[in-house]
Structure formats: structure tokens, C-alpha cells
């Protein structure tokens, strides 16, 4: 295994740790309303986001709801779930795992999932507006034959919500 790679593992190990000593944006108990566009219904023809809710249960657990529909020929939708622990705090991050999957028709219906990193930053004097970033991988049949392929989706993909 080449050095570099045992160095970001080692690092990802001890950010894991480290996260019941630092302070987080506290969204427990709180719901965001916003959307979601990294499944890959969004990125073929008549591609559509998904319009999401977000609900932290704790501090370090969370859970988002994803549904989006596009009637046009042919048919798009997502249905989709996302759970979300968060591993490193800052002020104004949260630096979360998170796992998720859903059922996507993109002219042929099929699952993905999706696993990875991912943070959502909150911009200071706009604390209850939350813009997410991700990266990691996904696993589905969608497009009609398996796929396996890497993500890395910026807040325009991964989603806005604003958090009551």
C-alpha cells in the first residue's frame, strides 16, 4: 500500500477520534428543507434534483428524505435516503460519513447507494443556511448495466438546506 495512502487512511482514523474533544454547529432536533441532485437521475436527459428533508436526531446523527419527479419522456425520479454521523466538528462545519441509496429511474429504473465523506458549512451571519460538499463512491444499476464510479459533488449537487 504506497505511503500516501496509509497517511490519509491514518489521518481519517484519527479525525474520527479526535471529534468528542472539538465543539459543532448543534442541528439536533432541527428540520432543513432544500434539495439534493448527486443521484445520477440529475445528470442524464431531463435529469431532475431530488427536494429533500433533513433532520438531525443528535448532535452526530442525521438523516436526510430525497424525492424528485420529472414526467418527460422518459420518466426520471429519485426516492432516496441518506444517514449522515458526524465525525469532526469546527464552528462553522460539521465534517460528517455519511451512507445512503434509493430507487432511480433515469430511463431504466434501478438502486444506487452512495457512501463517503462529506461537510456541510454554514456562511457566519447565515447560521441557519447549510451548504454540503461530498465525495466518496456509488454502486447501482440505473442506467441499465452495473456501475461502479467515484463521487465528488460540490454544495450545487449535494445541497442547500435551510434549517429551522
Known sequence: MPKMLRCM???VVLTV????????RDLQGRLGIGYNSQFSNATVAN???GLSLKYAFTKDIGFE???GVSTASPLNLVTAVKFFK???YETNLNFYFMLGGGIVAAGSTGF??????GSEFFIPGIESLG???ELGASIGNA???FLVKTIGVSFINAGMHFYF
Open 9 to 11: 487512511m491514518l489521518a
Open 17 to 24: 477520534f479526535a471529534a468528542t474533544v472539538v465543539h459543532a
Open 47 to 49: 435529469g431532475t434534483p
Open 65 to 67: 428524505g430525497i424525492g
Open 86 to 88: 458526524n465525525i469532526f
Open 112 to 117: 444506487e447507494f452512495q457512501t463517503g465523506f
Open 131 to 133: 451548504l454540503s460538499m
Open 143 to 145: 442506467t441499465g448495466s
